[in-house]
C-alpha cells in the first residue's frame, strides 16, 4: 500500500502490541484485531474514536483497510455533490433520481458499492476522486476510564454493547439511565440559599470507580 498521511476516519492498528501513550503510559490493548477510526490528528499525535483526553503518536500506527469490506461511497466533500447528481441524472430517470437524491441528503451523502449510481460515478472517472469508501465495521470497542483500574473497554457489536472480558451484554436503556444519572442536582436548603451547584462527575459502576459520562455517551451513539 502507498504510504500516506493518515485523515480523520482512517482505521488503523497498532504496530505492536504495547503502545506508549503522549504522556508515555504504556496499554497493552493493540493487538491485530483491535482496530480503530481515527478521531482527531494534531501535527504527529493522534487521538482514537472513543477517548476523550489520550493521545498517541501516529508514527505507533498503520492503516488497516486491506481486510475491511467497503459497503458504499460518501462524499469526501460537499461542494462535489451536485456535480455527482449531474452525472447520475443523465442515466436515472427523475423519479428514481430524485429518490437518490433524497438517500444523498439524508444518509450522509452515502450510497451502496453495488449501486447503479456507483458504476456510473466510476465510468465517469470520479468515484475515486469525489468519493471515499465507507468500511463495514463489524464491531467498535470504545476506551473507558476509571480511577481506581484505568482503561477499561467495552465492545459494540452489531449494535449491542458488551463489557470485555467477561462480554456481558449492556442494555441500552441501562446505559441511557447511566448517562442520565449525570445530571446536575440541586440540594434545597431551608433558608432557600445553595452556597454552590452541585454535579456529579463520576459513577461507580460495577467495580469500576469514577466512570465518565462522556465515555457512556461515546457508547450510546453507536447502539441501535
Given at each position: 500500500m502507498e504510504k500516506r498521511e493518515f485523515k480523520v476516519g482512517d482505521i488503523v492498528i497498532g504496530k505492536q502490541q504495547n503502545i506508549k501513550a503522549v504522556f508515555r503510559t504504556v496499554y497493552p490493548i493493540f493487538t491485530p484485531s483491535h482496530e480503530r477510526a481515527i478521531a482527531e490528528i494534531k501535527e504527529d499525535k493522534i487521538r482514537l474514536q472513543g477517548d476523550t483526553d489520550l493521545w498517541?503518536?501516529?508514527?505507533?500506527?498503520?492503516?488497516?483497510?486491506?481486510?475491511?469490506?467497503?459497503?458504499?461511497?460518501?462524499?469526501i466533500k460537499p461542494k462535489y455533490r451536485h456535480a455527482a447528481e449531474a452525472i447520475v441524472s443523465q442515466y436515472e430517470p427523475y423519479y428514481d433520481f430524485k429518490k437518490w437524491d433524497l438517500n444523498l441528503e439524508k444518509d450522509g451523502d452515502m450510497f451502496t458499492k453495488d449501486s447503479e449510481q456507483s458504476k456510473w460515478l466510476k465510468e465517469a472517472g470520479v468515484l475515486d476522486l469525489w468519493f471515499e469508501p465507507v468500511?463495514?465495521?463489524e464491531k467498535q470497542t470504545i476506551q473507558m476510564y476509571s480511577s481506581n483500574k484505568g482503561m477499561f473497554e467495552i465492545e459494540v457489536v452489531d449494535g449491542k454493547a458488551y463489557y470485555r472480558p467477561e462480554y456481558?451484554?449492556?442494555?441500552?436503556?441501562?446505559?441511557?439511565?447511566?448517562?442520565n444519572s449525570y445530571d446536575d442536582i440541586l440540594i434545597q436548603q431551608r433558608n432557600g440559599v445553595n452556597p454552590y451547584n452541585v454535579k456529579?462527575?463520576?459513577?461507580?459502576?460495577?467495580?469500576?470507580?469514577?466512570?465518565?459520562?462522556?465515555?457512556?455517551?461515546n457508547v450510546y451513539k453507536l447502539l441501535k
Open positions: 498517541f503518536y501516529a508514527k505507533d500506527f498503520k492503516l488497516e483497510t486491506m481486510e475491511k469490506e467497503i459497503i458504499g461511497y460518501k462524499l468500511y463495514k465495521q456481558k451484554e449492556l442494555p441500552k436503556e441501562w446505559i441511557r439511565d447511566i448517562i456529579i462527575a463520576g459513577l461507580h459502576i460495577g467495580c469500576m470507580k469514577d466512570t465518565r459520562k462522556e465515555d457512556w455517551e
